[in-house]
């Protein structure tokens, strides 16, 4: 038996049971247009906030907030990264001498009594971004602070003129 004979009997699978007057152009575009409404009401988000169905496991991108700031001679990146215990947990890569690869550690907010972690909506992970910066920087040659939850670099601009000789 052919397989698509099931598809072609009096009152097959889905249209040949239909009314031919109801397969049109128009119906089929009503159809589409209901698909795309069930799609975006009923969506991975929708299944993730009931009961924590989520069918696919999305990486979460995290935004990490940064200024860039200069005067004459510097170029200042402030990290906003509340709670770092230490230094140890942000590192900076330089890709080139205009960008930058961040990677800051989170961590949980231990009270030095605690003893057992109940929940935690802190997520324990590395987040990453890439920085461009405005003008080249000497990659080799940089500080860094942290204070009040903000973490700066703190960049020496590289002197980007070219003397071109002149053979006269």
Request: charged share 25%.
């Amino acid at each position: 038996m052919n397989p698509m004979d099931f598809f072609n009997k009096k009152d097959g699978f889905p249209f040949n049971a239909m009314p031919q007057s109801e397969i049109n152009p128009k119906s089929i575009l009503e159809m589409k247009k209901m698909v795309k409404q069930y799609h975006s009401l009923l969506n991975d988000d929708f299944w993730g906030d009931i009961h924590g169905l989520r069918t696919s496991k999305k990486k979460q991108t995290q935004m990490i907030p940064v200024e860039i700031w200069e005067d004459v001679k510097h170029i200042y990146l402030c990290i906003v990264a509340p709670g770092l215990p230490s230094m140890k947990y942000a590192k900076i890569h330089f890709n080139t001498d205009q960008i930058l690869t961040l990677k800051v550690k989170s961590h949980s907010l231990k009270p030095s009594q605690a003893v057992t972690l109940l929940s935690s909506d802190l997520p324990q992970q590395y987040y990453e971004r890439e920085i461009p910066l405005p003008k080249s920087v000497k990659m080799s040659n940089y500080t860094s602070s942290y204070e009040d939850g903000v973490l700066t670099y703190t960049f020496i601009k590289e002197d980007n003129e070219l003397e071109i000789p002149f053979d006269f």
